[in-house]
């Protein structure tokens, strides 16, 4: 009898891990009960709003993919594409107007997946939030005239907040990030309130808006374009805080967040670098042959 | 010194076979033993083809001052032949079998007791040497040439946290006094006065015997590591620790004690590949296949054989592949869907997890670029290699296959780095040399010049001698030095 023979995967045998499909869903999942609040408070044309992004984003995926030459399947059931045009819909409402017309998230989408995403290599390659990228070049390409956010009230808020709690509980997102934006921006505006509540917002007033939120738990928690080390990720967090809070302050852009997001971007590699976790063992001394393991 | 305490790894299923008593495997009609069964040179075949052999007879020896360890004839019967092939080792490096034709009955042939209190060290030492103990876990250490440092503490491994492999948890089930015993001898041996037993919290099944056990020798301690994978990265990694799987405990006993060389061992069979598991204690040189054939045969959907679990377990071609000293477990495995590797998106779960508190994400970056020092410089050399950021990746990127390639290829640089200054350095210590040599010669021949020619004859004997001192005493690499060695034997038969 011929013995049978078997392959080496190069790799173990016992697989815990989620895919990205499944993380993706995962994080889209979480934000229906905010895009439900959402659609209270500005109709239904928020869901028009999020059909067109995700049509927009899976075509010029699509066609990214083959000028590049890359397999298509892979990357459009990764559902990556598709949660960066929601969470692009969902900001562009939230920073602009609940009417913007379909083209301005052509020109958003086209930004956040060709130049974004594909130009700089693909899924995993981009520095910058894609999302982001695309609300900011529709920010600053079509000025709102009405300079201020929409705040549609704590339950969006809330809602996204439970969503977000759901992704910590399935352990889709670490706790260092939200916590450093929520955490930051109370501490800092607390002060400001206390000294003058009539001049400065509360802090209720800005995690309640809605947008900081939103961005706390499904934005600035975006793996690759965040920081990966613990203490990175929470400078990551307060990073965005402050500079939303002083961007709306000197800047006077009311969505001082997108930008705050997209140069914190910029300093993820930086921080994940100052923020690196010692290795077990490093800068002790080799040890002699005494610590054998013949484990 | 701490126990259990490490950062990350993981709980992992434990897919141990039901804890039933361990049957004896009988042998198959013929054994096929690898004259390499650790890291190290292989032995020598010291029979020929056509030889009876007893059971326990020596049928390789460890070449000349080499590293290795001798090998013994499970049973008894006839050398019928040899065969080279993969041996269940890691990088499952080609070696030659002993081909033996096994006999129904025939003599055994143990070495005499000796008293493992009474007995001087030395004879000890001898002993394990000359039954060929190797160390049970994977690296397969020669049990009785461990460092020489005298340690504080003998830590007895029995942790086992690999799923379905269950073997040292089997052995101590049914063997716990020649176990402590052994770890006792192994504490002589090593000099080291504490004694402390490490066993895996979910191992219930042996926990009651040992308990029983202990309760006679209070002085040996014992630890439970909580089971998340890879438990041993949790047993202190300090000067003055010494650790002996408990398998090597048993195996060092049994050679002292009764006098019998390591011919065969507790190996668990099972994995998701099998329909039925169960530990068996089985010869030295039984084809895996036969294994398999006990347990009801591979399932169909079978692709992977690995010596050891389904993590850190060597990845073997084929079941023709003989059970060797370090098998502990042999598993088959079915590929359920894996994906194909993605793009890695940085998520930071492969960090989360590393026990040695490593980015794999980054080295995985570093190595992709082509930028060894790089991932150097972010702990490549820490990495223990235990599969955990594979297990958790969402991309199902094979990070540590490219670790272990790339700390191959560090060790390879820095092999022909050290090879390239001692050649420089021989070679300007030859010419100084040469150069005094002339000198001396044309002194004496300025002096003495009836007496010039026993002068140079006497330089060039003394230039020679200390030639043959530097080309022999050159640590020479153990690996090749053992290819040559097997070339040898080749041509014995």
């Given amino acids: ?295 | 010194m701490s126990f259990g305490r490490f950062f990350g790894g993981l709980v992992l299923p434990a897919m141990k076979p039901e804890p039933g008593p361990v049957e004896r495997l009988p042998p198959p009609a013929q054994l096929r033993v690898p004259l390499l069964q650790h890291a190290g040179v292989a032995a020598e075949a010291c029979v020929a083809v056509g030889e009876r052999v007893a059971r326990f007879q020596r049928i390789g020896r460890v070449p000349d001052g080499a590293l290795g360890a001798a090998v013994h004839a499970p049973a008894a019967g006839v050398v019928v032949g040899w065969e080279r092939g993969p041996v269940a080792l890691p990088g499952t490096p080609e070696a030659w079998h002993v081909v033996i034709a096994v006999a129904a009955k025939g003599p055994e042939l143990r070495l005499p007791p000796l008293d493992p209190v009474a007995a001087p060290i030395a004879a000890l030492r001898e002993r394990i040497a000359e039954a060929g103990i190797v160390g049970f876990g994977g690296a397969g250490f020669r049990a009785a040439e461990r460092p020489t440092a005298v340690p504080r503490v003998l830590i007895l491994n029995g942790v086992e946290c690999e799923p379905a492999v269950a073997s040292d948890e089997a052995l101590l089930r049914e063997r716990p006094n020649e176990v402590l015993a052994g770890g006792r001898l192994l504490a002589r041996l090593c000099g080291a006065a504490r004694i402390v037993l490490a066993l895996g919290e979910r191992m219930s099944s042996a926990l009651p015997a040992v308990r029983e056990a202990l309760a006679a020798q209070p002085d040996i301690e014992l630890v439970l590591l909580p089971d998340r994978y890879p438990a041993d990265a949790g047993l202190p990694r300090e000067p003055g620790v010494r650790v002996h799987n408990v398998g090597t405990a048993y195996a060092a006993w049994r050679a002292v004690h009764a006098g019998e060389p390591l011919v065969s061992r507790f190996v668990s069979v099972g994995g998701d590949g099998l329909e039925r598991a169960a530990t068996l204690e089985v010869m030295i040189g039984t084809p895996i296949a036969a294994l398999a054939a006990a347990l009801g045969g591979w399932r169909d959907d079978a692709t992977v054989l690995r010596a050891g679990g389904p993590m850190r377990g060597i990845a073997l071609p084929d079941d023709a592949v003989a059970v060797g000293k370090t098998s502990s477990a042999i598993t088959a495995w079915r590929e359920r869907g894996e994906a194909r590797a993605r793009p890695c998106i940085r998520c930071g779960d492969c960090a989360q997890a590393c026990p040695s508190r490593l980015q794999p994400q980054r080295l995985h970056a570093r190595l992709q670029a082509n930028d060894l020092a790089g991932a150097q410089a972010l702990g490549l050399d820490a990495c223990i290699e235990c599969g955990v950021c594979d297990a958790v990746c969402p991309s199902a990127i094979a990070l540590t296959a490219g670790f272990i390639a790339a700390g191959a290829a560090v060790r390879l640089a820095e092999h022909r780095r050290r090879a390239s200054a001692d050649a420089r350095q021989r070679f300007e210590r030859r010419n100084q040399r040469l150069q005094r040599d002339a000198e001396e010669a044309k002194q004496a021949q300025a002096t003495r010049t009836g007496r010039s020619a026993s002068a140079a004859a006497a330089a060039l004997a003394k230039a020679r001698a200390q030639r043959e001192a530097v080309g022999g005493a050159g640590p020479a690499d153990a690996t090749a030095a053992g290819a040559g060695k097997t070339q040898d034997a080749e041509g014995a038969p």
């Avoid at chain 1, 999942?29 to 928020?46: E, H, N, S």
């Avoid at chain 1, 598709?82 to 913007?100: D, E, K, Q, R, Y």
């Fill in chain 1, 1 to 295: 009898m011929s013995p049978r023979t078997f392959r080496d995967p190069g790799r173990p045998s016992l697989r815990v891990a989620r895919s990205v499909t499944m993380t993706m869903g995962l994080v889209l999942l979480a934000l229906l009960p905010g895009i439900a609040a959402m659609t209270v408070f500005f109709g239904p044309q928020l869901l028009g709003q999020i059909a067109v992004a995700v049509t927009f984003a899976l075509t010029l995926e699509a066609a990214m993919l083959a000028l590049r030459g890359a397999p298509l399947r892979p990357a459009l059931t990764d559902l990556s594409a598709p949660l960066t045009a929601v969470l692009f819909a969902l900001t562009m409402v939230l920073t602009m107007a609940p009417t913007a017309p379909w083209w301005m998230s052509l020109v958003g989408i086209g930004a956040a997946i060709i130049v974004a995403k594909h130009l700089c290599g693909g899924l995993g390659r981009n520095p910058f939030n894609p999302a982001m990228v695309g609300v900011a070049v529709v920010l600053l390409a079509f000025p709102p005239e009405d300079s201020h956010l929409i705040a549609p009230g704590p339950w969006v808020a809330i809602l996204y907040a439970t969503g977000g709690l759901f992704l910590l509980w399935k352990r889709v997102i670490p706790w260092q990030t939200p916590l450093a934006v929520l955490g930051t921006t109370v501490l800092v505006t607390l002060p400001f309130w206390l000294w003058n509540p009539d001049s400065h917002p509360s802090q209720l007033a800005h995690v309640f808006s809605g947008t900081l939120v939103l961005v706390a738990f499904f934005i600035a928690t975006d793996p690759v374009t965040g920081c990966t080390t613990p203490r990175g990720r929470l400078l990551f967090g307060a990073g965005v805080a402050l500079l939303t809070l002083a961007i709306q302050r000197w800047g006077g852009i009311a969505q001082g967040v997108v930008f705050a997001v997209l140069l914190m971007n910029a300093a993820a590699p930086l921080l994940d670098r100052l923020a690196r976790p010692r290795w077990v063992g490093e800068g002790r001394r080799a040890e002699s042959g005494n610590g054998h393991h013949d484990g």
